[in-house]
């Protein structure tokens, strides 16, 4: 399989990501975030640029996904379903799930979904009630790459542009 494309977006260059940055109890742990949706990574540039008053930057790699899925400990999650919202309330509650992980892909809760996953988080929703509400949306994609020596080998800068 060739590489596939993901990018990240941010206010800054990233030629050599570093998986231990950022926040621990994000959707998938602390790691380096990318996407495969172009206008995903756009978005949440701008939304960051936005904040700090800079120029949103469009980061480009190119992933050997073939390469983490031989070598690395992978878990993807192809819908919003239990056992993605158990890992993300997991997650946001300090429990670290991604631990055993290199790669972890799968559905962002992002604006269009976290009010369910605070509800059920809070205890004010059943994880039935969640579930029901969860399949009402396509799942964007976020991939977390938590091992620096696999994302080293694998994944190579391919350029940035400014939004």
Request: charged share 25%; glycine share 6%; net charge negative.
């Amino acid at each position: 399989m060739r590489d596939l494309i993901v990018y990240h977006g941010t206010t800054l260059m990233v030629k050599h990501p570093i998986c231990k940055f950022g926040r621990q109890n994000l959707d998938f742990g602390q790691g380096f975030y990318v996407t495969d949706i172009r206008q995903q990574a756009v978005d949440w540039a701008i939304r960051m640029a936005r904040s700090k008053m800079e120029t949103p930057i469009l980061n480009r790699y190119k992933l050997n996904r073939d390469g983490f899925l031989s070598e690395g400990h992978v878990l993807i999650f192809k819908a919003y379903d239990e056992e993605w919202l158990r890992f993300i309330v997991a997650s946001r509650t300090e429990q670290n799930p991604a631990k055993d992980y290199d790669y972890i892909e799968g559905g962002v809760a992002n604006d269009r979904v976290v009010d369910t996953v605070n509800l059920f988080m809070q205890g004010l929703m059943t994880m039935e009630t969640a579930l029901s509400r969860l399949s009402e949306h396509q799942p964007n994609n976020q991939i977390c790459l938590l091992n620096q020596q696999l994302t080293d080998k694998y994944l190579k800068f391919d350029g940035t542009e400014e939004l």
